[in-house]
């Protein structure tokens, strides 16, 4: 299977997860290289790479680079800082699925950058403190998105337990608010627009999730763009390939009524879980879920 085929199947099968943690990765490996490579011949890109990708606190700029605001949140400078904000990501990002739809967690994801972009700006444009240093300032990484998701999780599902290093075992919803506390702390540190951005980042994966629990989803129109896009990049990939003849058990009739009863059933149990938390399913409906799960 060649990489297209690749990501043309985590399309197909709904793995938002996969896929975050593929272009962060790639998109480092390919500026850290491209940027070895300028280096051989005296050409610094750092420069570049803080103008064009990462967000300026400055307005003006930022309205000349407006691509930023979503640029940013998958430039990392180094390998570390990848690293835990991926590993961050990959933690919590199982645990959100736990409690959401697969698909909602790429909304939350950007949600959270956006949100923890837009604070991060107005933060160093109204506080007399931060505007000091707004000359040269810039954004970048993917840790506000993953705040969003950390902090959405808590909500949902506040109760359930992560086992941590030299910790043991805690319940994610003192997860989620020692970093907002971390983070709240810190807004007055070397690091002030990243914390800030983090605060953005875990109030937007707070207000998603308690609005979703009244049933309201700000993030469809979101979600809605993402099915199509998907929908048409799995078209044009089926276009380009040979037809292959497949040999069904079941008939079409049979398959489309077994996939309905499905989806009702993972309807009633999200439903449930929206409503009362993860803890609420019982043995049989917790088996159901990761079943279905593990068939994505």
């Given at each position: ?31 850290t ?20 990708l ?7 700029e ?91 999780a ?28 971390i ?39 979101i ?41 009702a ?32």
């Amino acid at each position: 299977m060649n990489f297209r085929s690749f990501l043309s199947h985590q399309l197909k099968q709904n793995n938002a997860l996969t896929l975050l943690l593929l272009v962060n990765s790639i998109i480092y490996i390919g500026l850290t290289l491209t940027t070895l490579i300028f280096q051989l011949f005296n050409v610094n890109l750092s420069a570049w790479i803080a103008s064009s990708l990462c967000l300026s606190a400055s307005i003006p700029e930022f309205l000349s680079k407006p691509w930023t605001v979503l640029t940013y949140m998958f430039v990392h400078t180094g390998f570390f800082h990848l690293f835990f904000n991926m590993l961050c990501l990959y933690w919590f990002g199982k645990l959100f699925q736990e409690s959401f739809v697969r698909k909602q967690l790429t909304g939350v994801y950007l949600l959270g950058g956006l949100v923890g972009g837009g604070l991060y700006m107005a933060a160093f444009n109204i506080f007399p403190y931060l505007s000091e240093h707004l000359a040269g300032s810039s954004l970048l990484g993917a840790s506000a998105a993953v705040m969003a998701i950390i902090t959405a999780a808590a909500v949902t599902n506040p109760n359930r337990q992560l086992r941590l290093l030299f910790i043991g075992a805690i319940k994610i919803k003192y997860v989620a608010i020692a970093a907002v506390i971390i983070s709240m702390l810190s807004i007055t540190s070397s690091n002030a627009g990243g914390q800030i951005a983090h605060l953005g980042g875990a109030a937007a994966g707070w207000l998603y999730a308690v609005l979703l629990q009244k049933h309201i989803d700000i993030l469809r129109p979101i979600t809605f763009i993402g099915d199509k896009l998907s929908v048409i990049f799995v078209l044009r990939k089926r276009k380009s390939t040979p037809k292959t003849t497949y040999h069904y058990v079941k008939s079409d009739a049979d398959f489309n009524q077994q996939k309905a009863r499905n989806d009702a059933e993972m309807d009633i149990i999200l439903d449930k879980i929206r409503k009362s938390g993860y803890g609420s399913l019982s043995d049989k409906e917790k088996k159901k879920l990761f079943d279905h799960s593990a068939n994505l």
